[in-house]
């Protein structure tokens, strides 16, 4: 799978930029990556509910909301409530990511745990069983263009590792400094979802970008049953 993210697009167009990454059934985006930043919890302020509300209306992409901000056991489950398909927060923000995993999911959403790239996974397995999707962060979360971190690609394969041995049951899905140079070796190592910005909104054509980065997906883990 792969969700580009509008954090590298235009923010005056951003109905334009969801339907940029269309592209033809099977080829396209699979899912649009939002960003919400509140300058608290991360230092950028991005967009937020109103944002996503509006967004949602406008694309019938599943929209991915990662929630870089502080208390999101109180404004998490708006987002879902807003229609997102799958709303992520961060274990070093979550208060009580247990029962915030079983509110979002009740109110419609798929919960998703993301871990800044110096958290480590393990004091965390148990919390990740009540979780969909696991994002792991190959940037320090607050703006987008940074340069990847490949240590955290050992983070990755842990997590594949547990996946496909049956003690997590979750998508696996990195975001930072995703791009041609670096989306093979994370393939490799068992990302299920891949987060683009500035690789996808910073091409002449978003569409063919994605498409580009799906090939190249393949053809580096065919293992895992990927298609371009």
Same mark, same amino acid.
């Given at each position: 799978?792969?969700?580009?993210? /509008?954090?590298? %697009?235009?923010?005056? +167009?951003? #109905?334009? =930029?969801? &339907?940029?990454?269309?592209?033809? @059934? *099977?080829?396209?985006?699979?899912?649009?990556?939002?960003?919400?930043?509140?300058?608290?919890?991360?230092?950028?302020?991005?967009?937020?509910?109103?944002?996503?509300?509006?967004?949602?209306?406008?694309?019938?992409?599943?929209?991915?909301?990662?929630?870089?901000?502080?208390?999101?056991?109180?404004?998490?489950?708006?987002?879902?409530?807003?229609?997102?398909?799958?709303?992520?927060?961060?274990?070093?923000?979550?208060?009580?990511? /247990?029962?915030? %995993?079983?509110?979002? +999911?009740? #109110?419609? =959403?798929? &919960?998703?745990?993301?871990?800044? @790239? *110096?958290?480590?996974?393990?004091?965390?397995?148990?919390?990740?069983?009540?979780?969909?999707?696991?994002?792991?962060?190959?940037?320090?979360?607050?703006?987008?263009?940074?340069?990847?971190?490949?240590?955290?690609?050992?983070?990755?394969?842990?997590?594949?590792?547990?996946?496909?041995?049956?003690?997590?049951?979750?998508?696996?899905?990195?975001?930072?400094?995703?791009?041609?140079?670096?989306?093979?070796?994370?393939?490799?190592?068992?990302?299920?979802?891949?987060?683009?910005?500035? #690789?996808?909104?910073? &091409?002449?054509?978003?569409?063919?970008?994605?498409?580009?980065?799906?090939?190249?997906?393949?053809?580096?883990?065919?293992?895992?049953?990927?298609?371009?």
């Amino acid at each position: 799978m792969i969700a580009p993210s /509008i954090l590298a %697009a235009d923010f005056a +167009r951003l #109905a334009e =930029a969801a &339907a940029a990454v269309r592209g033809e @059934p *099977g080829s396209g985006a699979d899912w649009l990556h939002v960003d919400v930043m509140d300058a608290h919890f991360v230092p950028n302020l991005t967009i937020g509910l109103p944002v996503v509300t509006s967004l949602r209306a406008a694309t019938d992409l599943p929209l991915d909301c990662h929630l870089m901000i502080d208390d999101p056991d109180r404004w998490a489950v708006g987002y879902a409530e807003a229609g997102a398909h799958n709303v992520t927060v961060h274990v070093e923000a979550a208060k009580d990511p /247990i029962a915030l %995993a079983k509110d979002l +999911r009740a #109110a419609g =959403a798929k &919960a998703g745990l993301s871990m800044k @790239p *110096g958290t480590p996974l393990e004091p965390h397995l148990d919390v990740l069983r009540h979780y969909d999707t696991l994002l792991v962060m190959s940037v320090e979360p607050g703006f987008g263009g940074q340069e990847f971190m490949p240590e955290v690609l050992d983070k990755v394969r842990t997590a594949r590792r547990l996946v496909d041995t049956g003690h997590l049951t979750l998508l696996v899905e990195i975001d930072g400094g995703i791009n041609t140079e670096t989306v093979e070796a994370a393939a490799e190592a068992g990302v299920d979802c891949f987060v683009a910005g500035s #690789a996808v909104y910073g &091409a002449d054509r978003p569409d063919a970008a994605v498409r580009a980065m799906r090939e190249q997906i393949a053809a580096a883990a065919p293992h895992r049953g990927w298609s371009a």
